[in-house]
């Protein structure tokens, strides 16, 4: 289909890599409870443009740098892991009554979860590596292809953080009833954010 070898197992694949709990899933998350659906909806497209950056790339030959110079990827994965934890600790330190982290504006959510895309090694491993796999050297039709590929990720993308978004923002009215609840679990958010940034630091 459209020069993509199995669309199905590229589906699933798509599927499988969202659910996979890390940054981006966190991030939609913590969007969501600060700014309710507006804000989750928000940091979604960011998302999106994020794997739409990621997946051009790796189109443009980013890839093949990246494989011909690994000092270049080694410095991507120190700085998204600086990145993620500079955040982490930022939420640990919050004290209540403090502005949060992941301010209210839109804008600034959807800012938020492009700069967390980015500079997440799993994604650029994904798009850069993973993701060639499924291009049909037989049937391949250049910017069809890709293009394809590229709608497919955004609509899987935007329905899987519409679902999120709605879920988190039905369990946030809940804990908006439990301050302490609430801010224990934003500690924790920035505890987990902490640990992605050591774990993708000590990653070879």
Same mark, same amino acid.
């Given at each position: 289909?459209?020069?993509? =070898?199995?669309y199905g197992?590229f589906?699933?694949?798509?599927?499988l890599?969202l659910?996979? @709990?890390g @940054?981006?899933?966190?991030?939609?998350?913590?969007?969501t409870? #600060?700014?309710g659906?507006?804000?989750?909806?928000a940091?979604t497209?960011g998302v999106i443009?994020g794997? +739409?950056?990621?997946?051009? !790339?790796?189109?443009a030959g980013v890839a093949t740098?990246? *494989? $011909?110079? @690994? =000092?270049?990827f080694?410095a991507? +994965?120190?700085l998204?892991?600086?990145?993620l934890a500079?955040l982490?600790?930022?939420?640990?330190l =919050?004290? @209540?009554?403090?502005a949060?982290?992941?301010?209210i504006?839109?804008r600034?959510?959807?800012?938020?979860?492009?700069?967390? $895309?980015?500079l997440?090694p799993k /994604?650029i491993v994904f798009y850069? *590596? &993973?993701?060639?796999l &499924?291009?049909d050297p037989?049937r391949?039709?250049?910017?069809l292809t890709?293009g394809?590929?590229?709608?497919?990720?955004?609509g899987?993308?935007?329905?899987?953080?519409?679902?999120a $978004?709605?879920?988190t923002?039905? !369990? /946030?009215?809940r804990?908006? =009833?439990?301050?302490?609840l609430s801010?224990g679990l934003?500690?924790l958010?920035?505890?987990?954010l902490?640990? &992605?940034?050591? #774990?993708?630091?000590l990653?070879?």
């Amino acid at each position: 289909m459209f020069g993509i =070898a199995d669309y199905g197992a590229f589906v699933a694949a798509i599927v499988l890599f969202l659910a996979i @709990p890390g @940054p981006g899933n966190l991030a939609l998350i913590t969007s969501t409870s #600060k700014g309710g659906i507006r804000g989750g909806l928000a940091a979604t497209l960011g998302v999106i443009a994020g794997d +739409q950056v990621l997946m051009w !790339m790796a189109v443009a030959g980013v890839a093949t740098l990246l *494989a $011909t110079y @690994p =000092a270049a990827f080694h410095a991507v +994965q120190w700085l998204g892991a600086g990145y993620l934890a500079w955040l982490g600790l930022k939420m640990l330190l =919050a004290k @209540p009554g403090d502005a949060p982290v992941l301010t209210i504006q839109p804008r600034q959510y959807f800012r938020q979860a492009l700069a967390i $895309t980015l500079l997440n090694p799993k /994604a650029i491993v994904f798009y850069m *590596a &993973f993701f060639p796999l &499924f291009v049909d050297p037989a049937r391949h039709r250049g910017l069809l292809t890709y293009g394809a590929m590229a709608a497919t990720i955004a609509g899987l993308t935007f329905l899987y953080g519409l679902c999120a $978004t709605l879920l988190t923002h039905h !369990m /946030a009215e809940r804990l908006r =009833a439990r301050p302490h609840l609430s801010q224990g679990l934003e500690k924790l958010a920035g505890l987990f954010l902490v640990g &992605f940034g050591l #774990k993708l630091a000590l990653s070879k």
